[in-house]
């Protein structure tokens, strides 16, 4: 949770909101202690920063990378870590990592070194959590938003927020084992890897 405002919202609607910040291990140490063997169905790891603008060969801004990474790698990996026995308690058994289709290689136009690298490496541990997962029944998948008009989507993007969410919903609910470690789009297509 970013805000009191947002968290503010999200309790009108009744959501009981956990705070945790997903590069401190720590932080996410004591969000797993206040849950205790609370199950969780659906985890859903959404953190993400996309990092300096502009980046490019010759102009990389490796401290900037370091913290997209930290946040939108390292947060996810340490989330689930943090939370895999509430999970595994839990009747659906669903982790989905919040990727992005940045994070395509086989759809990459290059120059997106540092958000585009992150959601790539994010979707490899998912891959490499979903064989992890299996014997215990927990199906973990990526799922890109798509490009969604939010702060960090900007006001440019095609897609509203509703659109984005009513269709995510759609592919969370109608996750099953087989459909483990593999790459989904908000409107349930297949993402090339």
């Known amino acids: 949770m970013r805000d009191d405002r947002s968290e503010a919202a ?5 959501v009981e909101v956990h705070r945790a910040d997903v590069s401190d291990r720590r932080s996410l140490a004591r969000l797993a202690a206040r849950l205790k063997s609370a199950p969780i169905d659906v985890l859903v790891c959404n953190a993400g920063i996309y990092g300096p603008r502009g980046a490019r060969l010759g102009k990389l801004d490796y401290a900037g990378w ?10 996810p ?3 689930v ?31 997106d070194y540092l958000y585009g690298s992150s959601k790539a490496a994010l979707n490899a541990i998912g891959k490499a959590m979903s064989v992890d997962l299996a014997p215990r029944g927990i199906t973990v ?16 993007a095609p897609l509203g927020p509703e659109t ?3 269709g995510m919903r759609k592919v969370i609910d109608g996750l ?8 989904f789009s908000y ?3 297949a993402v090339a890897w």
């Open 81 to 111: 870590e943090a939370l895999l026995e509430n999970v595994a308690a839990s009747d659906r058994k669903v982790v989905v990592m919040m990727s992005s289709r940045l994070g395509s290689i086989s759809e990459s136009k290059g120059r």
């Open 187 to 189: 409107d349930g297509e």
């Open 10 to 14: 999200l309790a009108k609607l009744g």
């Open 77 to 79: 990996a340490a989330t």
């Open 66 to 75: 370091e913290e997209v990474l930290r946040v939108n790698l390292f947060g």
């Open 176 to 183: 099953e084992a087989s459909k483990s470690g593999r790459f």
């Open 141 to 156: 998948v990526s799922l890109t938003p798509g490009w969604v008009r939010t702060d960090m989507g900007g006001r440019e």
């Open 164 to 166: 984005s969410i009513a």
